[in-house]
């Protein structure tokens, strides 16, 4: 399955999947359950069966873990949300065996995690996973005899114990009975006196970012034989570990830094602190502390020795001849990252665009952190003065799948994105890319359709493509997106205006069963609002001349829809936007007469439809526009076209004595008569 093919979908040609990624794909758009019954809650009670397309799935196949763990991670990247009913197609350890899990935004429960770990996992990483309780970390301990890596991210409370009756949440006593774990991380947790970590002999990465020390010290980890990471973030009482930290002789990363806006970063002595520490962990090779003021004033110090460099930063000055692979300098005090003698091979920071964009590569799983980063890359673009499109590109997109429903994340993301897709090297990006920048915006849009910055940024993006053609394999969920957008009252302005210009844009050149699609989603019924309600506060405004097109397009060879406009009172708003339209009246006003004529040349296209036009008041009304200029000869040719069709349907179709069929095929004949003759070849 390694080979590379090339999977047309909705006549888009998508470059360089895989076999396996398309069948991953078909899975995944594809799944149907073999029971009604909801069992979300309880994955016990679910029928062990899981169907696509009536081909059951679970069978005497063992399918190998490398593919099941791709399975899960592909899942996600469709933008399908990971949930127990999705997890019972691993219900069989055997057939469908995991060992390598990452799960983000899910809704996964106890349940659910519980059926996870009993594959034995070697590594579990959970984000944003909000159901989750203190249930599942028992299970962990229970299951995870086997785990090498575990990861608890933002939003994984199992560590927190909260009563249903009350919001607050309380220190949960936990202890990690893990004894193969070699990487961990726990967020923002509360660390007690009695938590233990002696017996956890293989750990060799620690991260306990934005926990709180509630009579837990460092010293509880210092003889751990194989910590060579520890990462710090947001702690704040280093300053009192600073004897434990020093003891941890074989740590090569450490990571110290703060993103906070109070005085966790503050150090009361920080050349001194820096100096000691530094001092102290001879096999250090990266270290972060960023967001403190550890760096110090950036008064050079030197050696005795006149042969020995300097060093900007005082507390380094002992690795002023061996520096540091890795420096984490990002928004330190007094501005540390753009001084000169930095004793460093590679810094984060916000004084150029390498530092910022390894600050974006080493700030991924900070979110906070991460949108600064993200706005300062926003005014490299900005300004074009940003080199590396494609690494930049790359961060961005990283950042906005990670944090989904981080708002500011999204909006820093997607006003990135614009000034990526608009620069010159748009044209170097492949078929697959494009379509990832267009899912990850649309992910963005659709978990923020009602701020209005989010709505605008990810349309004004989606303008740069090509339209429908770059997005017909995301159309459906942009069309929701939008008629969203275009429908929200709160969003009247800006966004209302370029939503209903994509929709216009994507009802062009599709075909028949996308603009059945478009009418089933409501186009037509959001549409005629829109105009009702600019009639109804007489104000006349390109939102309804776009309105008139959006449906004209809908309308073309789909019946359904004709059916649609007429059953929405759609000819007593022609007939109100016509009195304020007429060219008489409001002559610049021309586009709206003409788009309303070629929507009703559509409708009379339609055989079983024409007898609702057949009205005295509408038939006068198109045999007065067949003398109209507006808009040259396209306004009366579409007003012949229409009274052409009704015609055809013979005298006895012609129910109404005025006008007569006679005095209108008169009129007709003139106007004909009446436009110049082209030119032939």
Same mark, same amino acid.
């Given at each position: 399955?390694?080979?590379?093919?090339?999977?047309?979908?909705?006549?888009?040609?998508?470059?360089?999947?895989?076999?396996?990624?398309?069948?991953?794909?078909?899975?995944?758009?594809?799944?149907?359950?073999?029971?009604?019954?909801?069992?979300?809650?309880?994955?016990?009670?679910?029928?062990?069966?899981?169907?696509?397309?009536?081909?059951?799935?679970?069978?005497?196949?063992?399918?190998?873990?490398?593919?099941?763990?791709?399975?899960?991670?592909?899942?996600?990247?469709?933008?399908?949300?990971?949930?127990?009913?999705?997890?019972?197609?691993?219900?069989?350890?055997?057939?469908?065996?995991?060992?390598?899990?990452? =799960?983000?935004?899910?809704?996964?429960?106890?349940?659910?995690?519980?059926?996870?770990?009993?594959?034995?996992?070697?590594?579990?990483?959970?984000?944003?996973?909000? %159901?989750?309780?203190?249930?599942?970390?028992?299970?962990?301990?229970?299951?995870?005899?086997?785990?090498?890596?575990?990861?608890?991210?933002?939003?994984?409370?199992?560590?927190?114990?909260?009563?249903?009756?009350?919001?607050?949440?309380?220190?949960?006593?936990?202890?990690?009975?893990?004894?193969?774990?070699?990487?961990?991380? =726990?967020?923002?947790?509360?660390?007690?006196?009695?938590?233990?970590?002696?017996?956890?002999?293989?750990?060799?990465?620690?991260?306990?970012?934005?926990?709180?020390?509630?009579?837990?010290?460092?010293?509880?980890?210092?003889?751990?034989?194989?910590?060579?990471?520890?990462?710090?973030?947001?702690?704040?009482?280093?300053?009192?570990?600073?004897?434990?930290?020093?003891?941890?002789?074989?740590?090569?990363?450490?990571?110290?830094?703060?993103?906070?806006?109070?005085?966790?970063?503050?150090?009361?002595?920080?050349?001194?602190?820096?100096?000691?520490?530094?001092?102290?962990?001879?096999?250090?090779?990266?270290?972060?502390?960023?967001?403190?003021?550890?760096?110090?004033?950036?008064?050079?110090?030197?050696?005795?020795?006149?042969?020995?460099?300097?060093?900007?930063?005082?507390?380094?000055?002992?690795?002023?001849?061996?520096?540091?692979?890795?420096?984490?300098?990002?928004?330190?005090?007094?501005?540390?990252?753009?001084?000169?003698?930095?004793?460093?091979?590679?810094?984060?920071?916000?004084?150029? +665009?390498?530092?910022?964009?390894?600050?974006?590569?080493?700030?991924?799983?900070?979110?906070?952190?991460?949108?600064?980063?993200?706005?300062?890359?926003?005014?490299?673009?900005?300004?074009?003065?940003?080199?590396?499109?494609?690494?930049?590109?790359?961060?961005?997109?990283?950042?906005?799948?990670?944090?989904?429903?981080?708002?500011?994340?999204?909006?820093?993301?997607?006003?990135?994105?614009?000034?990526?897709?608009?620069?010159?090297?748009?044209?170097?990006?492949?078929?697959?890319?494009?379509?990832?920048?267009?899912?990850?915006?649309? %992910?963005?849009?659709?978990?923020?359709?009602?701020?209005?910055?989010?709505?605008?940024?990810?349309?004004?993006?989606?303008?740069?493509?090509?339209?429908?053609?770059?997005?017909?394999?995301?159309?459906?969920?942009?069309?929701?997106?939008?008629?969203?957008?275009?429908?929200?009252?709160?969003?009247?302005?800006?966004?209302?205006?370029?939503?209903?210009?994509?929709?216009?844009?994507?009802?062009?050149?599709?075909?028949?069963?996308?603009?059945?699609?478009?009418?089933?989603?409501?186009?037509?019924?959001?549409?005629?609002?829109?105009?009702?309600?600019?009639?109804?506060?007489?104000?006349?405004?390109?939102?309804?001349?776009?309105?008139?097109?959006?449906?004209?397009?809908?309308?073309?060879?789909?019946?359904?829809?004709?059916?649609?406009?007429?059953?929405?009172?759609?000819?007593?708003?022609?007939?109100?936007?016509?009195?304020?339209?007429?060219?008489?009246?409001?002559? +610049?006003?021309?586009?709206?007469?003409?788009?309303?004529?070629?929507?009703?040349?559509?409708?009379?296209?339609?055989?079983?439809?024409?007898?609702?036009?057949?009205?005295?008041?509408?038939?006068?009304?198109?045999?007065?526009?067949?003398?109209?200029?507006?808009?040259?000869?396209?306004?009366?040719?579409?007003?012949?076209?229409?009274?052409?069709?009704?015609?055809?349907?013979?005298?006895?179709?012609?129910?109404?004595?005025?006008?007569?069929?006679?005095?209108?095929?008169?009129?007709?004949?003139?106007?004909?008569?009446?436009?110049?003759?082209?030119?032939?070849?």
């Amino acid at each position: 399955m390694s080979g590379r093919v090339r999977l047309k979908e909705n006549g888009v040609l998508d470059e360089d999947f895989s076999l396996l990624e398309i069948v991953f794909k078909y899975l995944s758009k594809n799944l149907v359950s073999a029971s009604s019954n909801d069992w979300d809650d309880d994955i016990s009670a679910a029928t062990p069966q899981y169907f696509i397309e009536n081909q059951q799935f679970n069978g005497p196949i063992v399918i190998p873990n490398e593919i099941c763990d791709r399975f899960i991670r592909h899942h996600q990247d469709c933008n399908q949300t990971v949930t127990n009913q999705f997890l019972f197609i691993f219900h069989d350890i055997h057939q469908t065996p995991l060992k390598y899990v990452s =799960i983000r935004e899910s809704t996964i429960n106890d349940e659910g995690l519980k059926l996870l770990l009993q594959h034995n996992l070697v590594s579990l990483s959970l984000w944003y996973c909000d %159901n989750l309780t203190t249930e599942s970390w028992n299970n962990i301990i229970e299951y995870g005899s086997n785990l090498r890596e575990l990861e608890l991210g933002r939003y994984v409370d199992i560590l927190k114990y909260s009563h249903f009756s009350s919001p607050t949440v309380k220190d949960f006593e936990f202890q990690i009975n893990l004894p193969n774990l070699r990487r961990l991380k =726990i967020n923002s947790v509360t660390l007690l006196t009695t938590l233990q970590f002696s017996h956890l002999t293989e750990l060799n990465h620690l991260d306990l970012s934005g926990c709180t020390f509630n009579g837990f010290s460092l010293n509880a980890i210092v003889n751990l034989p194989n910590l060579t990471a520890l990462i710090l973030f947001n702690i704040r009482t280093i300053e009192t570990e600073l004897p434990a930290l020093c003891m941890m002789k074989k740590l090569t990363a450490l990571d110290i830094s703060t993103c906070s806006n109070g005085t966790s970063g503050n150090y009361e002595n920080p050349n001194q602190f820096l100096a000691t520490l530094i001092e102290s962990l001879p096999m250090l090779t990266h270290l972060d502390i960023s967001g403190t003021n550890l760096a110090g004033t950036g008064v050079a110090q030197f050696k005795a020795s006149d042969t020995i460099r300097s060093s900007d930063i005082p507390g380094l000055v002992s690795r002023a001849t061996n520096p540091l692979q890795f420096l984490g300098l990002y928004n330190t005090a007094h501005s540390a990252c753009r001084r000169y003698d930095i004793p460093a091979i590679k810094i984060s920071g916000e004084a150029n +665009e390498e530092q910022i964009l390894t600050s974006a590569v080493v700030y991924q799983d900070r979110p906070i952190m991460l949108t600064k980063v993200l706005n300062d890359l926003y005014h490299l673009l900005r300004f074009e003065t940003c080199k590396s499109i494609h690494r930049a590109l790359d961060v961005v997109l990283s950042a906005m799948d990670r944090h989904l429903r981080n708002k500011h994340m999204q909006i820093s993301g997607s006003a990135t994105l614009f000034y990526i897709v608009k620069g010159r090297d748009k044209s170097k990006f492949g078929t697959p890319l494009k379509n990832h920048i267009i899912r990850t915006l649309l %992910n963005g849009m659709s978990q923020h359709q009602s701020d209005d910055t989010m709505m605008r940024n990810g349309c004004l993006t989606l303008c740069q493509f090509s339209i429908p053609n770059d997005v017909l394999f995301e159309y459906e969920r942009l069309v929701k997106i939008l008629l969203h957008g275009v429908s929200n009252p709160e969003q009247e302005g800006f966004v209302q205006r370029i939503a209903i210009y994509l929709l216009n844009s994507l009802a062009c050149q599709v075909d028949g069963r996308q603009k059945l699609f478009l009418g089933d989603l409501g186009a037509i019924s959001t549409m005629l609002a829109l105009i009702k309600d600019r009639l109804t506060r007489k104000v006349f405004d390109d939102v309804m001349e776009v309105a008139w097109s959006t449906m004209w397009n809908v309308t073309d060879e789909t019946p359904r829809n004709c059916k649609r406009f007429l059953d929405g009172q759609g000819m007593d708003y022609f007939l109100g936007c016509l009195n304020v339209s007429h060219p008489k009246c409001f002559p +610049e006003k021309e586009e709206l007469l003409r788009n309303m004529m070629g929507l009703l040349g559509n409708v009379a296209e339609v055989k079983t439809l024409r007898h609702r036009l057949m009205t005295s008041e509408f038939i006068q009304v198109f045999t007065d526009l067949l003398e109209s200029s507006s808009d040259g000869i396209e306004v009366s040719y579409n007003a012949a076209g229409v009274l052409a069709h009704i015609a055809s349907d013979g005298v006895d179709a012609w129910d109404i004595e005025r006008p007569s069929r006679k005095d209108v095929l008169a009129k007709m004949v003139n106007a004909i008569e009446r436009e110049p003759t082209l030119p032939v070849n």
